[in-house]
């Protein structure tokens, strides 16, 4: 079975700067997604951004971009210039490719982002 | 991606009522939409897959007599929480199956049971 980890329960960072939450995931899969949800205070979940597992190259979303090393099977979220609208909580989400298309997530990350 | 709605974004009942909960898909046909639940400062929780015209794959744990899924229609899945008691007040998302896999979400629903 899949399983999601993200180590960092609540991270801080001061507006205009740049953070990185951490994830990482255990599959035996070779194939599948990997997304970034946000979820702000109305608790509406967004995507962030998407990266399938087969692209070396690293998805970005303006502000957002990600760090995926396949074998070290991490996934991290760099958010630049962080806005106070980037408050919310991550969540990191693991998606076998071609299967019963059930998203795993992690626990999630609070991210304040202080004046 | 797909927009996604539900109905109702609020709702308050007594204790042995039913409560039925509505999940479109606006602008994209749906043969497929989750629900979940989520308990304050929690993770989603996987709850069913609804399938369009056929019955929902319920997850281990959750009762699928106590919440009832239809997903009658490409753009509509509708979830009953029967004799809903005040443990089942909670937050309700669903979602839609997209492009490349992609799940877009709904804007929730918070359940409280009296």
């Known amino acids: 079975a899949q399983t999601v980890t993200q180590s960092q329960p609540e991270m801080s960072v001061q507006e205009a700067e740049t953070v990185t939450l951490s994830c990482t995931y255990d599959?035996?899969?070779?194939?599948?997604?990997l997304f970034w949800y946000k979820q702000p205070p109305s608790r509406q979940m967004i995507l962030v951004i998407r990266?399938?597992?087969?692209?070396?190259q690293n998805a970005t979303e303006n502000r957002f971009s990600v760090n995926f090393q396949k074998a070290a099977k991490s996934f991290s979220l760099k958010i630049s210039d962080s806005q106070l609208g980037d408050t919310a909580m991550y969540f990191c989400?693991?998606?076998?490719?071609?299967?019963?298309?059930?998203?795993?997530f992690g626990k999630g990350t609070k991210l304040t982002v202080n004046p | 991606g797909a927009v996604v709605s539900q109905h109702p974004s609020w709702v308050i009942c007594k204790s042995g009522t039913s409560v039925k909960i509505e999940c479109r898909s606006l602008?994209?046909?749906?043969?497929?939409m989750f629900w979940y639940r989520q308990f304050p400062k929690q993770s989603l929780m996987l709850m069913a897959t609804?399938?369009?015209?056929?019955?929902?794959?319920?997850e281990q744990g959750v009762e699928k007599d106590k919440f009832l899924i239809n997903h009658a229609s490409l753009t509509l899945s509708t979830l009953t929480v029967t004799s809903a008691h005040p443990e089942d007040s909670s937050f309700y998302i669903c979602?839609?199956?997209?492009?490349?896999?992609?799940?877009?979400f709904g804007p929730g629903t918070r359940l409280l049971v009296l």
């Open positions: 989400a693991f998606l076998f490719q071609g299967g019963s298309e059930k998203l795993v």
């Open positions: 990266q399938e597992a087969y692209k070396q």
């Open positions: 609804s399938n369009e015209g056929s019955k929902a794959t319920y």
């Open positions: 979602s839609v199956s997209g492009d490349q896999e992609t799940q877009y």
């Open positions: 602008d994209f046909q749906a043969t497929t």
């Open positions: 599959t035996s899969e070779n194939n599948y997604y």
